[in-house]
């Protein structure tokens, strides 16, 4: 199927990490990415990897690729009250390029 | 660069009417658009595919008499809900590719969220 699984809510401490997982579907997807969104708003790209990445750093955001058991992770360092939001993964489709997202992930971040 | 707009961002209609939605790339031209439609705490969920000058390609589901697409520039793209229902109450969210992202990014609005009451 083209389901792509997170877990539904993180709660985490200001200025703790908070890690983020992501099971893909397409062992072939090119590049996956990950988005936020907050309430009532549309999706900001965050950051996106390539497969042939392993990891990818971006300041606090650090993305982790496991080609081989399709996980994907999304750590966030020193976690601000700013960063409660939905974060979605998405995967694009080989062939088509069409994105396939995530069911989201709820992070709250308590003070 | 790569900014989307959506209009209007938000739309309260009265069920049976028809609802136009627009989607516009603002500094690129969008050789593809996408919409998308999200219910509340859930997922995007892919309506179509847009390309410009032909006729959208929609998912399996997801009824083309209804939600009726026409992407007639490089910069512009509409959703049109016909016979609103209040089931077809939702934020719908489009994306554009082109430019410079080439195949794999798209760049997206910042939705519409309709109320069909």
């Known amino acids: 199927g083209e389901d792509v699984e997170q877990s539904l809510f993180l709660s985490v401490r200001e200025g703790d990490s908070s890690v983020i997982n992501c099971t893909y579907t397409?062992?072939?997807?090119?590049?996956l990415y990950w988005y936020k969104q907050e309430p009532g708003a549309g999706l900001q790209l965050l950051t996106y990897?390539?497969?042939?990445?392993d990891m990818k750093q971006d300041q606090r955001l650090t993305v982790l690729l496991n080609k081989k058991d399709k996980h994907l992770s999304l750590r966030i360092a020193d976690t601000q009250t700013g960063d409660s939001a939905i974060y979605f993964c998405?995967?694009?489709?080989?062939?088509?390029?069409?994105?396939?997202f995530g069911t989201g992930t709820r992070l709250k971040v308590l003070a | 660069g790569a900014v989307v707009s959506q209009h209007p961002s938000w739309v309260i209609c009265k069920s049976g009417t028809s609802v136009k939605i627009e989607c516009r790339s603002l500094?690129?031209?969008?050789?593809?658009m996408f919409w998308y439609r999200q219910f509340p705490k859930q997922s995007l969920m892919l309506m179509a595919t847009?390309?410009?000058?032909?006729?959208?390609?929609?998912e399996q589901g997801v009824e083309k008499d209804k939600f009726l697409i026409n992407h007639a520039s490089l910069t512009l793209s509409t959703l049109t809900v016909t016979s609103a229902h209040p089931e077809d109450s939702s934020f719908y969210i489009c994306?554009?590719?082109?430019?410079?992202?080439?195949?794999?990014?798209?760049?997206f609005g910042p939705g519409t969220r309709l109320t069909v009451t």
């Open positions: 847009s390309n410009e000058g032909s006729k959208a390609t929609y």
């Open positions: 994306s554009a590719r082109g430019g410079l992202a080439g195949r794999y990014e798209q760049y």
């Open positions: 397409d062992s072939s997807s090119t590049y």
């Open positions: 990897i390539f497969s042939n990445m």
């Open positions: 500094d690129f031209q969008a050789t593809t």
């Open positions: 998405a995967e694009i489709f080989s062939g088509t390029y069409k994105y396939i």
